[in-house]
Nanobody, 119 residues
């Protein structure tokens, strides 16, 4: 049974920082790609950052330069360091894994952690 468990969300002021953590368990192989999506109220879920096992990190334009994704392959854990947060960063952040572990679409999701940035 694959599980993705996020933590680290919370309420911060504009300009503050948060660090999100996602711990992945139940996979049968290493993880080719893992990262973070977010969804604001009334908005579509959007990709924030993705990290591949080959070392490539990709960021949405809106967060580039402010957010940093990293991963610990030995612990099957991915992090998102979020600096200089803005109100528009508010939303539910979901951990994401793409791996061939038996599901047809190869996509796995966490339950989400709330990030709220106040002005």
């Amino acid at each position: 049974q694959v599980q993705l468990v996020e933590s680290g969300g919370g309420l911060v002021q504009t300009g503050g920082s948060l660090r999100l953590t996602c711990e992945v368990s139940g996979g049968t192989t290493s993880i080719p790609a893992m990262g973070w999506y977010r969804q604001a109220p009334g908005q579509e879920r959007e990709q924030v950052a993705v990290s591949t096992i080959t070392g490539k990190n990709l960021y949405a334009r809106s967060v580039k330069g402010r957010f940093t994704i990293s991963r610990d392959n030995a612990k099957n854990t991915v992090y998102l360091q979020m600096n200089n947060l803005k109100p528009e960063d508010t939303g539910v952040y979901y951990c994401y894994v793409n791996a061939d572990w038996g599901d047809s679409d190869n996509n796995y999701w966490g339950q989400g952690t709330q990030v709220t940035v106040s002005s």
